[in-house]
Structures are given as structure tokens and as C-alpha cells.
């Protein structure tokens, strides 16, 4: 059910979507998104009431980093009460990587966070922009037939598909099919209607709180695997300074060597309380670390599991819950359960 009277608010933090072409130089400049529905007028047909706020100056998503996700949240905090849904328009490099983090950053969410941008200017004639941004609206609007909202998680909507942020990874520079969630399944697809997939989406306990958390911890490293590595290479990345948490990009279920030197330094920075998370490269499946010898090494090393979280997802966690100050001991526990749905365990996987 699509609320017509629905306040949208809409976020421009930078990236191809919001480019237009200046028709004297040819040069990309951003778009004038208080113009929004003059440049656009199917957007009136919604009668929706949307706001917009611009980042100053717009940010190449190569650049996005925890203060830009601090700044997202803290405009959605302040701006929660008086919207019905928040569409985000972000370029696509690390767009996966933003969707993940508010996922953890927002706690409890109520209300659709959908993100959304383009692989062409909005101004091209053969742009996806304006089909990406109408659809976004339209999903942050929609409300089910007692009035909540359809999907109330942080989303990415990208060529007809609407996949969970933090399950989302980009997967195509060139093509408009540019992020797939291999994990999980879609949360609903655009054709001539959006058909969601109601048992997929997050059902939030709509007698709490939302909670709006700030604090993220950069001090992580990715350690991946190859054929070849180095006993240098791996000592330095274990050791680099400061480093609180890796995060292990290992082969197939969750394997890796069984060199002596390697497993020595595994331990070795687990004994310094550094802890370690263990994600495979494939990009379908899970990390199984008792069903192979080489990973049952890791798993006695005191690697964690990330079951089949993303690295986008892996990452951005650990950002969140170092940043809060939880003991090492909570941190593993809470990276083996899923908080955001990021992660299906090996005896709930369905796919």
C-alpha cells in the first residue's frame, strides 16, 4: 500500500546518480535536488512530501569513511520522528560498506532505510538514476495494511532488485545490475509492481526504542589468502600497530595452509587479544571450520567464525562493536550471532 501523504526523506551524499551534465562545458556538476520534482515530475504522482538534504560538498564514495556514516546517522536521528522513510543516494563503490555499518548503527530500526544510486548521471538519456530513485521512494513509502511500514531495515535498491544492506555486495563496474546479495535471499524485485518477500524482511519490536550508536573502531586489518603468501607478509599485517581485529579472508569453507609458521602467528596475536574472524573468498557458502583438517587448525588457533557474513558486513561490525568498549570475550560472542540479519549459521542456511 503505497501512503501517498508520505514525508520521504531524501539524502544526497555524492556519487554518479546525482551528476548532471552542464550543457555549455560538458563538465559533471552535482544536481539541484530542490528542483528535484521540475527535473522529475513522475515523482509528483506520488503526492509524496519530500525533504532533501545534500551533503557540502558531495563525497566520491572512494572516500566515505565512518565519519560520513556518523554524519548519515546523526541526520536520520534527527529527522526520524518527523519522516516516514529515508532514501540515501550514495555512489556505488562502497556503497555495500555504508549499508552495513547504518545497519549496526541503527538499532532497532522502524522505519526503511533505502539506498540507492546509478551507473550513469541522472541527466543521460539512458541513465538507471531515475528509475533506481522513483522505486526507492516508492519502497520507503509503502506501508502494509495496518500502517507499518513494508521494509523496515537498512536496503539497497539497484536495478530492479531490493536486497538487506549488510548481506549486499557490489559485484559489476560496468553493467546496471551492480550489487547482488549471494547469501541471502532478495527482500523483493520491481516490475510491474514490487513484490516483497514479506518472510524475508526484518521484523523490528516496534514497543522499543530506536537506538542511534556513534561510536566505530577503525583499528582492523583483512588478511587475505593466497597461494604463495608470505611468512613475511603475514607477520606484518598480524603486527601491524594498533590493530585490534582481522579479519581472515580464507579458501572455500574456511580453509587455509597449515604451515607451522603460520598457525604460530595465529595464535600468537590471539594471545595478544587480537581478535580474528574467518570469512571465505567464494562468494557463496560458509565458513565451516569443523569440516576440513585445515580449518579445524584455525579453529583450535582461536579464530572466530563469520559464517557467511560478507567482508562489507565483517568489517563494518567489528568497527561497531570495538568502538563500543565490549570485552574480547563479548565481541566473539556477539560476531557469531546475528545482529542485523548479516549472518545465517550453518544449520539455518536454506540456500
Same mark, same amino acid.
Request: aromatic share 8%; charged share 20%.
Given at each position: 500500500?503505497?501512503?501517498?501523504? @508520505? ?6 551524499? $555524492? ?13 559533471? *556538476? ?7 520534482? /521540475?527535473?522529475?515530475?513522475?515523482? +509528483? ?14 563525497? #566520491? /564514495? /572512494?572516500? =566515505? ?11 536520520? *536521528? #534527527?529527522?526520524? @520522528? *518527523? ?12 556503497? %555495500? ?9 541503527? +538499532?532497532? !530500526? ?8 546509478? +551507473? !550513469? ?14 522505486? @526507492? ?59 516483497? #518477500? ?18 566505530? #573502531?577503525?583499528?582492523?586489518?583483512? !588478511? ?8 613475511? =607478509? ?48 567464494? *562468494?557463496? &557458502? ?12 584455525? !579453529?583450535?588457533? &582461536? ?9 562489507? %558486513? ?8 570495538? $568502538?563500543?568498549?565490549? /570485552?574480547?570475550?563479548?565481541?566473539? =560472542? ?18
Amino acid at each position: 500500500m503505497i501512503d501517498t501523504n @508520505a514525508n520521504i526523506l531524501l539524502i544526497y551524499t $555524492g556519487g554518479t546518480i546525482g551528476m548532471v551534465e552542464n550543457n555549455v562545458t560538458g563538465v559533471l *556538476e552535482v544536481f539541484d535536488f530542490a528542483h528535484l520534482t /521540475s527535473h522529475m515530475p513522475e515523482l +509528483q504522482k506520488f503526492k509524496y512530501h519530500i525533504n532533501t538534504i545534500v551533503f557540502e560538498p558531495a563525497i #566520491d /564514495s /572512494s572516500d =566515505v569513511c565512518p565519519s560520513h556514516w556518523r554524519k548519515l546517522v546523526r541526520i536520520i *536521528e #534527527d529527522n526520524y @520522528a *518527523e519522516h516516514d522513510g529515508f532514501v540515501i543516494l550514495h555512489g556505488t563503490d562502497t556503497m %555495500a560498506y555504508t549499508a552495513s555499518a547504518l545497519s549496526f548503527m541503527i +538499532q532497532n !530500526l522502524q522505519k526503511p532505510i533505502v539506498l540507492t544510486g546509478a +551507473q !550513469l548521471p541522472i541527466g543521460k538519456l539512458r541513465t538507471d538514476a531515475k528509475e533506481n530513485l522513483i522505486t @526507492a521512494m516508492e519502497i520507503a513509502a509503502d506501508k502494509d495494511s495496518i500502517g507499518y511500514p513494508v521494509v523496515p531495515e537498512v536496503c539497497i535498491f539497484f536495478q530492479t532488485n531490493l536486497i538487506r544492506g549488510n548481506r549486499s555486495t557490489k559485484i559489476n563496474a560496468d553493467n546496471f545490475n551492480a550489487f547482488k546479495s549471494y547469501n541471502y535471499p532478495g527482500l523483493g524485485k520491481s516490475g510491474i509492481h514490487i513484490r516483497y #518477500d514479506r518472510d524475508k524482511i526484518l521484523n523490528p519490536d516496534y514497543e522499543k526504542k530506536v537506538i542511534f550508536h556513534y561510536l566505530m #573502531d577503525t583499528n582492523i586489518v583483512i !588478511l587475505k589468502m593466497f597461494p604463495g603468501i608470505t611468512k613475511e =607478509v603475514v607477520h606484518a599485517i598480524l603486527n601491524t600497530q594498533g590493530v585490534r581485529a582481522v579479519v581472515l579472508e580464507t579458501y572455500g569453507s574456511g580453509n587455509a595452509p597449515r604451515y607451522d609458521w603460520f598457525i604460530e602467528a595465529l595464535l600468537d596475536a590471539v594471545k595478544r587479544g587480537i581478535i580474528i574472524v574467518n570469512i571465505t573468498q567464494c *562468494e557463496m &557458502g560458509c565458513v565451516e571450520m569443523q569440516r576440513y583438517e585445515t580449518g579445524h587448525e584455525l !579453529l583450535k588457533a &582461536g579464530v572466530v567464525s563469520g559464517y557467511d557474513a560478507t567482508v562489507e %558486513a565483517t568489517v563494518t561490525k567489528l568497527m561497531h562493536l570495538l $568502538g563500543h568498549k565490549y /570485552s574480547r570475550e563479548e565481541i566473539i =560472542v556477539r560476531m557469531r550471532v546475528p545482529l542485523a540479519g548479516e549472518l545465517t549459521r550453518p544449520d539455518e542456511r536454506q540456500i
